[in-house]
């Protein structure tokens, strides 16, 4: 689930998140799981990481089951933003800067990201999944997203711990700014200008669906990343961006 992993273990994050994912799905299928939650990621919006193109590959191929599925198991995606404590999050990681002195690293004054936290995160997936289980007139498809209000500055966030155990940003402890990490944005978005976001009368979160309707191969999808995974190792970056440039809904960023 972390960007700068996937960066360096491209045919990895694809086994994982693409086609780890698939075989779990069909299990559910031929043991008639009721529901299959998939937990995607923001980064999935757009992408322009490994972690964020193998996500949204993810998410299309879900979407794709939960429309075409012949018996009764749902699949439903959820999208979340950063979860605050998580591993990996940013929130551990300036504290124990801040336990050491500082500096704290910021990748640049103006990235963004969206927040949540971990039970807003479990909320979501419980709500959703119970929603689109137990209410028929929910549209098959789409992604599901939490409400997180604005994005948050990362630099306004260390700045902000820096105040809270009593300190002054800068005077006492200082930020650095690193630069942003291969595969990383200066801000993330919740859905794409290629999505739609729908009225949802569930507070809390919102349903979004692609405002194409495509007729997506998965079989062809899976097929081409199975070759991917087990051919050479040179440019894979760029033959991963054509699978999905040929299957997303656009506005995918090629490095």
Known sequence: KHVSICEENISEAIRTNVLATTVLADLAI???????????????????????????????????????????TRFITVRFGNVLGSTGSVVPLFRKQLSKGGPL?????????????????VDLVVYASAENIFNSSMQRGCINV????????????AKQIIRLS?????????????GLN???????????????????DTEGY???????????????????????????????YNKLFKILGKNGEGHIKNK
Not at 40 to 61: N, Q, Y
Not at 166 to 178: A, H, N, Q, R, S
Not at 207 to 234: A, H, M, P, R, T
């Open 182 to 200: 291969k595969g990383e944005k200066l801000y993330e978005k919740l859905y794409g200008d290629y999505e739609e976001k729908l009225a949802q």
């Open 105 to 121: 690293t910021v990748t640049d004054k103006k990235a963004t990201r969206f927040f949540m936290t971990i039970e807003e995160a």
């Open 166 to 178: 009593g300190l002054l940003p800068e005077k006492d402890v200082k930020i650095k700014y690193i």
């Open 30 to 72: 031929k043991y008639s799981s009721t529901c299959f939650v998939q937990i995607s990621t923001d980064k999935a919006v757009e992408p322009s990481s490994v972690m964020g193109f193998t996500k949204k590959l993810a998410e299309i191929i879900m979407q794709s089951k939960d429309k075409l599925s012949r018996n009764n």
């Open 206 to 236: 919102f349903l979004v669906k692609s405002k194409k309707n495509q007729d997506i191969k998965v079989d062809n999808i899976l097929i081409k990343l199975e070759n991917l995974c087990n051919s050479e190792q040179d440019n894979l």
């Open 146 to 157: 939490l409400n997180m209000g604005a994005s948050v500055k990362i630099d306004d966030l």
